[in-house]
């Protein structure tokens, strides 16, 4: 998490201060259900909502107390009691670090994902929109980089919000993966401290309870949390690429958008460089390589050991953070990105009419050439407009064994490109619901 | 993939005969389709299912018209129209080779995740049945590798049952996302064919339409599915690694079943070693290792790039025969797993007494007694414990300050193992829904 | 390892025939080395080299041993034993099982790592002679793959076999790495065997004793080891991507070969698809992920566990297999590798002459007119290259507060491609030492 | 980079401040060599060092102009420019940012690396004086976590201490992998620089020049060089591991050192967590992840693109200050660890005696008895040990079969632990050349 590559919202989530407040309405809400089953007076309760809510917690002093202690719930807890007052000691009864811990991370988890579904929801929004703007802007597919056949520009981006879609519903799993709630003490066996109790944080804070937490919530959970970011992760990079490759030079049909001021931009009007997406492709790298750390999270020794700590005091806020910044960043660029449909048709016509070969080879079949025949007619047409620039159309026009078999309104239409694009609607339809 | 560490139901679903099978059946199913739509007449539909239903496809017959075509999917429609005859040119009408593998690859998947489901509910069988049986059996819980706080076996193996359960969850999801098919042509436009082709074909393969294929498959879902397994995989390296503790010589409260004519284990009783449960880790590392290419997959080159495919051919039989070879020597080693009740309680009982300081400590406080005096209190008992051996409630009873604050019955009570498996019910109660 | 992407003689080192003969030599070792000590007769390690060196071994028969004992060691020598007679109860004195399996894998690795450097070798010469072919083939350099300034192809080869070179570096001590030998006995104190066993073998083998082993030879070694074939594979997934961008149909500067008889080629003759390095980016995606179990296999447990095996069974001929192919496939690419110059010139002035622009600025300013102003210029004159199509050079000398700074043959001067190109010789002095 | 888990002298290598002093000597040094070739004056040069010497950079006014002119090269020049006046206009001539960014990020790898060197040595010196200490301390090898033969603590420190040596050896590789300086222009054709300006900034700077730049160092330098951080990582894993097995409850042979006041420890004696060592564990898993992103940073597009960049933004600081301060506590978890030889002793004899049981078995076959018998007698001791916790000596010695091959002498001779430490100074030779 480095400011460059970061959003205050999300930023904020993993503020000192932002897990102090959730660390206390834990505290408070535990004392709530202690006092509802008489283990602490509800006086005490009220007393710590009260001295507590009120309270700005000071950073800097838990830091301190934390460098004497060497502990940072109890640090906090000691400066907690500092507001709270003698009642204090009713706070955390039966509890245990871990419980205040990883229930915290549990909330900041969560409120980072609705973060995220809400930038996929941007995003989609966007694609949405820039799809249906672009529904019938022809442009060439490329397998392997090379011209196939004719699709639209609509249709690149209504795949990407199938994708991006898929993305929302893995992420809405893996946010309900990680909503647990532990609060069970030592071992997680509520020894000293009554189930009833999970269950109350848990409600008040939109979690639900660990069904067996050992100490610590188990990291399968976080593991596939953090798979699915890295899945998002290079769904993103998928985009992106396809941005940086419709802005090369020689393709040029479609670019990130570059304000009028930006430097440089006009003594090389040619120099834009989709500096976005490259940028979008290196923040995927890093999200994705933070799954595998998080998986090998998962064999904690019996019923827990800290080695989970370290890593995910850093991907905790590196994955979410990061990944909040690519979506917002991948929004903005597809919004913003302008698409050069004349480019589009340019390209798509540069060995003229080459793209079609595969139809007339069909049509030749359909009209009872024998395949070796076809084959040998369309090649050496082909090889006209690959050679020598010819348009493969008029040559085939020209060619009389070709027209002994196809007639000229037979073989223009095997050229119309609303031919490939028929379907569209059809494919509009199953991403959106509608045309 | 190696036989070592293979079964054969998995590894036949990615046998060339399979592979062959299954691209049959998807021709022919389209050739249905396509009749239905009079594109092909619906007798060569009928023959083509007669006969290619009947033929026994020759893997080296294909090989060999591959060595010379280099194209797959090519070599077995030659070989196929050697069965079929004159109507095998109605086959494959309109499609591309990919709308063949990737839909094969698709169902070859779900097979896979089927057969995984079955290992995970077999898995879960081995592990309910193990923690009623030890639902009861004390033993000390451990945080840090340091005793802690006492559990029960069953608590243990209710939580891996709960966490498999999770991972069953989760691969009913990955199974969903890989559940497509896509037989939509060049560039996925269905230029060439009509949409519901590819709706049949998807029924009758227990399938779903790919709502945008771009020639290919979209592989966000392959890395998502790869993902989860990489996730499986941790969550049996986590049992594993527990079991691999157990069975140490100074721990031996578990240990991998031993045949009796195992060679060398009675001449050194004490050399049985885990190596089921050290394998699983090792096999965990590798499932956990392909999830990165998976998630690399995914930012194919505009419409489609061919990279994934080696990636592919090597991950898919690697992972699946790899996670489910692992599954079912887990289930292997839970079954038969021999436990020490006995040791679990030796073990406990190392320091006589000492894991009950935090309760004794607790009681002091409650009894008025402050948390520095109480702490001072326990400490010195503690020490005496600790540095030579001596039983804690034993020091307890005689320590006259102690007494002052807590009667014999009340120091007993706090030693009391009840007070920890209390709540075991409500664990189990949450876990397997009874008790 | 799939055949697919298998070479025979990298492969044949994998096999277990290989395996059980260098098992054998490791043995054999050893009894000279006994038989020098006095700890066997001279005459039974004559007599082992003899009977085992002649014999054949059955991998059906082991493998028939090995399903009874459970142990692949004893299932060998059992089947040496048939073989030696009596005397075979002097084999594997004082040794330990993994003795003969860790100093077999060093063997294997060190094999593997000549025939890699052989392959890198080869690439080397490749790459080296189509370098010097096109040392002075202009073609654009493009940052962002965007146009920046002119290179020439030889420069961007003379790039890539300095990384290769840099790769046979690695290779070299990552080889040095894995080459030790252990015969040490149960946990690696030599307790029943001499150390100068060890060194004798090692030294028959080409292979150095490891300093301290534990029974294994630690995976550190390892973990380098496959660490540096990511990093290699990464290289190649470098090299192939250039040649994948360069194929691509609006570039076509390069193409993988393509044989006259490979089909579908001339019907379309733009669909020529780099299949091959596309396949490449894939290989190194497995290759590259291998490095992880390979990490993680470094923390055995106390003197050993076993979980590294399972690992290495898979990882050891998978990526050896793997990137020897590869390396072979890419080596074949760069030779035969079609090199369009003419398309290179075409595309560096897709926009005529504006790749110039900044060297014009730049003498702007150096004529004495400001910065600003400069900027200015160039940028009016740009536009009109970038709008209109127009000549940059052409709009240059026609602007006549242009030309008021800057002369005609100062202006075309500027536009002269040997300015790049002049310390082409420089650069390949560095890489190749001649030019 | 989290402040928890950072040192100082590491972090302030990544800090704005070295970096844009870093830039500034860089550009300092080419005007210098540009000045020698008569390129600018040399008046300039000196000016140049002189008042950008003397100047206190202002990050936050290098920032605001960053913001305008979204260069952060650029942003530096401006404000440089306004301490150095105007002789600034001769700054940074015909080299690119890349030059800048390049070799800046290289001279932080060389300070960083020459750290973790000072880190490495420091914990060699650590593990060398442990390992002689505990050289004779005698403690039980152990293979698959189970008992196998003696050894001593000492070889388990030269063991580590060996491992880390050949990771220093693999960091001097690393360093001079990334040891390189660019200054050679837009795509590294030196069309605008002399590659002597290279030549001596490099020298200066304590760099090679890299042989060919293309705009950027090629990324597989930094591949290796952060795959050589993780396998470093792995090794600290190691190690932190076998600590933390050494700490558990059952084993207590070893533990952290516990501070007199560091709460908690006295009122439960037995909880002495092993916090460093899992913490450990942890960051090593973070390294380690971080080398894939690195690797995949390696196939930039042509000559460069800009995906590297925010990866290694992140993972420069992120890396080596984690590595840094993880090797740093390593060594204070070395230097000051506890040691327990008497529970090593203690524990070796848990099943008394039984860890014989192969020398006596061995030494059966050698006085004659066949290998058969010689197992069942051992066997039939063996269990009297593990089963009713008899002594295996006194057993063997009252077994009359027994001592019918074996005299009493014999079978103590068995029983001596010198037996498995003869060859310890032979290890000590090897790995620190003297005992």
Chains 1, 2, 3, 4 share one sequence.
């Not at 590559?5 to 932002?18: A, D, G, L, N």
């Not at 993305?167 to 069970?184: D, F, P």
């Amino acid at each position: 998490m480095i400011p460059r590559y970061s959003r205050p919202e999300m930023v904020s989530i993993w503020s000192q201060e932002t897990k102090f407040r959730i660390w206390f309405e834990i505290e408070a809400h535990a004392c709530d259900a202690l006092a509802e089953l008489g283990v602490i007076p509800k006086e005490a309760a009220k007393t710590i909502w009260e001295r507590g809510g009120a309270a700005t917690f000071d950073v800097n002093r838990i830091d301190e107390i934390e460098r004497e202690t060497k502990h940072d719930v109890i640090a906090f807890l000691t400066h907690l009691a500092e507001f709270v007052g003698p009642d204090s000691r009713f706070i955390h009864q039966g509890m245990t670090s871990s419980d205040v811990l990883d229930t915290c991370f549990s909330v900041q988890l969560v409120r980072a994902s609705d973060l995220l579904l809400a930038d996929l929801d941007s995003l989609l929004a966007a694609l949405k929109k820039r799809a249906f703007e672009h529904k019938d802007t022809v442009t060439i597919g490329r397998s392997h980089g090379i011209h196939a056949e004719p699709t639209t520009f609509g249709v690149k981006l209504a795949q990407a919000y199938a994708e991006f879609e898929r993305c929302r519903t893995r992420l809405v799993h893996a946010r309900e993966e990680i909503a647990t709630c532990a609060i069970s003490g030592a071992v997680g066996t509520f020894a000293n401290i009554d189930p009833s109790v999970e269950e109350h944080v848990a409600a008040k804070l939109g979690l639900k309870p660990e069904p067996v937490s050992t100490q610590v919530i188990p990291r399968d959970r976080h593991a596939m949390f953090f798979a699915t970011l890295g899945v998002i992760a290079s769904s993103i990079e998928r985009l992106a690429t396809e941005i940086r490759h419709l802005q090369r030079t020689e393709v040029l049909e479609a670019e990130e958008y570059f304000s009028p001021g930006q430097k440089g931009s006009s003594a090389m009007p040619h120099k834009r460089n989709p500096v976005l997406t490259e940028n979008l492709t290196g923040l995927a790298r890093l999200v994705r390589g933070m799954a595998l750390p998080a998986m090998e999270n998962v064999a904690l020794w019996h019923e827990r050991d800290i080695s989970h700590s370290s890593v995910e005091r850093m991907i905790g806020p590196d994955a979410t953070v990061t990944l909040d910044f690519a979506l917002a960043r991948l929004t903005q660029v597809v919004e913003k990105l302008v698409v050069y449909p004349q480019n589009m048709l340019d390209n798509m016509n540069k060995f003229r009419g080459l793209i079609h070969s595969q139809r007339v080879l069909l049509a030749l079949t359909q009209a009872g050439v024998s395949r070796e025949d076809s084959y040998r007619l369309v090649q050496r047409n082909a090889m006209k407009v690959w050679e020598q620039g010819a348009d493969f159309l008029e040559e085939l026009l020209a060619d009389t064994d070709v027209r002994a078999a196809l007639s000229e309104e037979q073989l223009r239409e095997k050229f119309d490109l609303g031919y490939h694009t028929k379907h569209v609607d059809t494919i509009f339809k199953r991403v959106f619901g509608t045309v």
